[in-house]
C-alpha cells in the first residue's frame, strides 16, 4: 500500500511547500485621522521590535515594547494605527497587554500546519495563488475535484484553507468548499463502464484526460480515494469516476444454434477472438461485407454476437454491427457494368477477387443477397457488388397483337401516335368524348404501357389505353328524340370525325342505339353519329293507368314531382333505398307513389321492383322483437295451438302435447320460446311434414334441395331436434359474432324480381334464413296467433346474451331396404370402418355398387364385389356429382297398398300377424331390377314390384312412387 500512496501522489503531481510564507502589508481603506473603526479580527506579526502606545500615534505613552517576530491580533484601526493585543509569558503567566502600533511595522501572519491529507471539492471552488481571495482565481473546479495537501494555512483573518498542486501551480482552496477524503484500498476488484468515459491525470474530471475507455470496457482497481478508482489502463494510470461503472461479474456465454443465417456489416466493423470487447480486435472489415452464421452468442453483458469463419478462425462479430440479409430469387434480370469491376469469391470485397467484368460487360443474374449479385461468368461463379450495375435496356421494339374489336373513347384531350410508343411521332390531337373501334394491342419493348391500334383519317395510329375508357354499343326500345339545336351528323362517332350533313333544331329521328354520348342516327339518306347532349326525348302526351298497388325500391336519391315530368314541380326527395308502393303507372313510365304524406310522381327510371316482407308501417310486434327475450307463453298454449290444426285437418303431428320442449330449449340457450314454437310449425306444417314424422326433423335442417328427403337429419326425438335448433339459432343467428347475424329480430328479406336479395332492405334473421320474404311476418303470424302481441311484456325485457357453442351433429342413421343400386360418378375412396380413412380400396367412376346405409354426418354403407366398406366422399348438397342410384323409392301418399300382384284385383300382403301391409311417405322402398338392369314392371308399366324394409315383396302403383337419388 506505501508503492500505491506513492503512485497517487506522482499521478496528481502534489508537492510539499516551504514552512511559512511571505505577505505584503496588509492594505486598509483610507479614513479620517481621528475616526477609528472596527475591523475584523486581524493576526500580524512585528517585523521588527515594536513600540506599543496608549493611544493611536507617536505622541501617546509607550507601554511596552513587543519583540520581533511577535504575534499581535488587531479589532480597531484608526489612520496608521491599529489598536492590538499581545500576550506574552511572565513569570509562568500569560500577561495581555493592549495598544496602539503603527501598520507600517506589521505583517499580516498566516499559520502553517503541515499534513498530508486528500480534498474533495463539495460544490464548484475557485484556486487562488494564496489562501485569501484578495487576489483573482487562477482556476475554477467543479464539484467531485480532488486534490491532495501537506499544508493547512490558516490565514490572518482566521479562515483555512490547503495548499494544493493543479496544472503545476501551487494554489489553495477554501476549506468551505472540500470534504476531507482518504485512500481506500481493498483487494483488486473488476468494474464495467457504463457508458463511453476516461482515465484522469487526477482525481476529477477537471484534470487531463489520459485514455477514451469505451462503454463495457473491464477495469481492475484497488483502492479508491472518495468517489474517484486508482486504475491503470491502455498504459496510462490514473483515476476514473466510480459514478461511470458498475461492479463487473465474470463474464459468461450462452451459444444457440441457429438456422444458415447471413449477416453484413452496416459499417467498418471488427471481428474478436471471443463474444467480447475483452481481447483485441484480430481484423477490421469494410462496410457491406457478408458472412453465413450458424451460432449466436449471448453475454452476460447483455450483448448479442454471432460466429463467423474468416481466414480459416472462428471469429465473432458484435449483432450491432450486422444486419440479417436473405437471398433473394427473382425473373432473370440482365444487367451491364457501369465500370470494371472484380468477381469476388464471396459477398464482400475482402474476400479472394476470382475475375474482372469490363465495363459496358452484360451479364444474367437471378439472385441477390443484400447488395451482391450471384453471377456465373465465363465459367467463375462469384460476388459483384450491385451498385457497379445498372439494368440493361435493350433497343424499344414494337408488338401488334389481336384481340376482341372493342370501341374506346377519349376520357379528355388524347394524342394518336404513329407507334405504340409516347416517344414517337404526334400524328393528330384528339378531343375528350371521340370514339375508336379497336382489335389490336400495341405494346412496346421499353415499358409496360399499352396502346389501342385505331384508324384515323385513314392512317393506323395508336393511341394510349390510359386516354380512353372502353365503351360498347347498347341498343333500346326505338323512340323519338327531338334535336334542341342546330346540330351535325358525322362519320363516326365524335367531333374530331367528317361533318356529313346539317341537322336543324326541332328535327325528330327515331333512335335505338347509342354508344357513349352518341347516337347511331339515319338523317337525310345517310347513316352516322349524333351526340346526344344535343338531343332530347321527344314526349307525346301522357296518358296514366291504375295498377295493382306493387312495392319498388328507389335505386338512388330520388325526386317525387307533381306531374309525370321531370321539369314539374318538386314535392319531394325520397332516399336512395327507399320501398315505396306505387299505384298508378303513365305512358311515359312515372309511378304515382306517396311519400311523406306527399303524393306524385317518380321516375320509373330509378325505381326497381320487388317482393318485401316489411310491413311498410311502425315495425312493432313479433316481426320486431328480440328474440333472445324471454315469452310469457306456456306449454298449454302452445299445445292447444297445435291441436286446434290437428283436429280441424285430421292430421297426424310429431308436435302433439310438446309445448314444454320449447320452453324448456328457450330457457337453457336464451331463446324465446313462443318464437321456436312457431319457426317449428311454420317449417314442419304443425310437424305433420314428411320430413317431420319421418326423422323427427322440425327446421329441415340438412335438407338440401338436390334431395331433401335423402339429405335431412334424422333426430332420435322431438325434443333433440329442438333442442338442437335453439342451440343452432342462437349461434348462428342470435350472436353478434354467429355466421348468419344480423341483428336478433325475425325481420324481413326484400328482394327483386330475379329473387336477388336487396340488402340494404333486409334485416334479421330473414336476411339469410329463407328465400320466402315473408318468413318472418309468418312466423310473428303463428306467435300472434298461439299468444296475442302485448308491448309491455318486451318494454323493458332484457336479452339473454349468453353465448353458447355450435352443437355436435345429431348421431343416427337410416337403413336402406334390400337391393337398393347405385352407380359412382366419380372415384370414391373406400374405407374399411366408419370414421376411419384408411382408404382400402377405390371405387372407380361408373362402377355399381349397393347402396346399404346413410349416417347423419354423410357417411354410406355400400357392398362392392361381395365385402362391406364406408365412404365419406358423396356429399348430398350436389349429389349428383357423386353417385346415381337407380331404384330407391317412397310413397307419395299415406296408406298405399302394397299387393301381391299388379293390379288391385290381388290381395294386400300381410305381415307375420297376417295384417294388411300398406305404406307412408315416410318409408323407403327398393323396386326390385330386371337382369337387365330395368325396373321391374308388370306389361302395362302400371305397376312396379318392389321390397320393403322388412325384406318382404310385393306390387305398388307406380304413379303413387316417387324417386330418391336420381
Known sequence: MKKLGKALILSTSIVTGAASITFSPLQTMKIEASSSISITKTSFQTITSLPVHSGAGTSYKNIYTIPKGGIVSATVKNGSWYKVSYIYSSKGKNTVKTGWVNENYLKEYNQLISEKNYYVSNKTANLYPAPNTSKKCTYTVSSNNG????????????QTWYRVTFNGKTLYISSSYVTKSSFVSFSPQKYKAVKETYVYQGLGNAYKKLKTIPKGAIITSAGRIGNW???SYGGAAGFINSSDFSKYSPITYKTTSTNTTYYFTNKTVKFYPSADLLQAAVYSVPSSTGFASTKKVENSLGQTWYQISYNGQDLYVQSTDAEAATAKTFSQL?????????????????????????????I????????????????????????????????????DTPTSAAYYFTNKTAVLYSSPDTNSKTVATMDANNGFASSVIGTNSENKDTFYKVSFNNQNLYVKSTDVTSSSFTSFTSAPYQAKVDTYLYQSFGNDFNKLIKIPKNTVLKISKKINSWYSVSYGNQTGYAFSGDFSAYTPQVTEQAITPTTYDTTTSLNVRKSADASADLLTTIPGSTIVIASAKTSNNWYKVTYNGKTGYASGSYLNQVITGDPLTAHDGYQFIDLRTH????????????????????????LTNKGQAFIDAGNKYGVNALYLAAHAILESAYGTSTIALAKNNLFGYHAYDADPFIAAYKFSSVEDCIDYAARVI???????????YKTPILGFKTTDMSNTRIDANSIGMNYYYASDQNWGKSIARHMQNILAYNKNDYADA???????????IPVAMEVFPPGVTAIAKKNLTLN???????????????????????????????QTGGQTYWTHDINFYTFKSCLSVKNLGRATTYGLNVRTGPGTSYPNVLDQNSNNISIDPTEYISINLNKDGSLAMDSTKQWYNVTLANGQTGWVGAKYVTFELQ
Open 229 to 231: 478508482y486508482a486504475v
Open 631 to 654: 315469452s310469457n307463453v306456456t306449454a298449454a298454449q302452445i299445445n292447444n295451438y297445435i291441436a286446434s290444426y290437428v283436429e280441424s285437418t285430421g292430421k297426424k303431428s310429431i
Open 334 to 362: 440482365q444487367l451491364q457494368a457501369n465500370q470494371n469491376t472484380v468477381i469476388y469469391q464471396s459477398f464482400g470485397s475482402v474476400f479472394k477477387p476470382l475475375a474482372t467484368i469490363q465495363k459496358n460487360e452484360k
Open 364 to 399: 444474367k443474374v437471378t439472385q441477390k443477397i443484400n447488395n451482391w449479385y450471384l453471377v456465373s461468368y465465363k465459367g467463375i461463379t462469384g460476388y459483384v457488388y450491385s451498385t457497379n450495375f445498372s439494368v440493361y435496356t435493350p433497343p424499344v421494339t414494337y408488338q
Open 798 to 808: 332484457q336479452p339473454d346474451t349468453s353465448v353458447q357453442t355450435y352443437p355436435a
Open 832 to 862: 374399411s370402418a366408419k370414421g376411419i380413412l384408411d382408404n382400402v380400396k377405390t371405387l372407380s367412376s361408373g362402377s355399381s355398387f349397393t347402396f346399404v346405409e346413410k349416417t347423419n354426418d354423410d357417411w354410406v354403407e355400400l
Open 730 to 740: 342462437k349461434v348462428n343467428y342470435l350472436t353478434p359474432t354467429g355466421s348468419y
Open 147 to 158: 486534490f491532495y495537501s501537506t499544508q493547512k494555512v490558516v490565514n490572518s483573518i482566521g
